[in-house]
Every structure is written in structure tokens, then in C-alpha cells.
């Protein structure tokens, strides 16, 4: 699936179940919600937490949440995420293309 089949595939779901989208306010809450929901996946299975009884353990479930409502805030925000994301990585790219590999921190043991 694309970036543009999945902003697609929001967007139809949204019409067909959701009513309406939640207003951009919302889903920002929402986002900053999923992405600490997800931060806690993480925490508990690479770092020092350990899982309650009956908590949510899947990073990639709380990921695509995350991105489900990326993709709500960019449908409603008339975002094209492909576009977006091609202009990031030439950004990127343009701006890093020598940073990381001279960082030295990247390579040595720590
Ligand atoms: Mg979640």
C-alpha cells in the first residue's frame, strides 16, 4: 500500500464509519495520545518496564495507530503525505548526507 492508498483508504473509512473526522484539535490529542501508547510498548519491551496483566505488548499495532492518525491529520489538513515525505528525505539527505557517518558516537562502543 502507498502513502496515497493509505491517506485514500483513511479517507474512505472515515466516510463510511467515522461520520465525520474528529477536528484537527482532536486528532492531535489523539495523535500525542497513540504515540505515548506507544512509547509504553516500548518502554516495558526494550526497556527497564515490565508489562502489566492484560496490557497491550504489540509495537506494530500501536505504530499503525500512530500513522492512522497521521494520516486523519493529513487527509483533513490537505496534506500530501507522499509529496511530503519525498520533499523530507531530499531535505534530509541534502542536510545529512555527511553528518551521521563523521559522528563518531555512531560508531564506538558506548
Ligand atoms: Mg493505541
Redesign the pocket.
Known sequence: MTLEEAQATVDKWIKEYGVRYFSELTNMACLT??VG??ARVISRKYGDQSFKAGE?QDPA??MA??LWVLLCLANQTGVNLTEAFERNMEKKTRRDATRHKNNPKLTSNH
Open positions: 495520545e497513540e501508547e506507544l497491550s499495532d500501536e495507530d500512530v
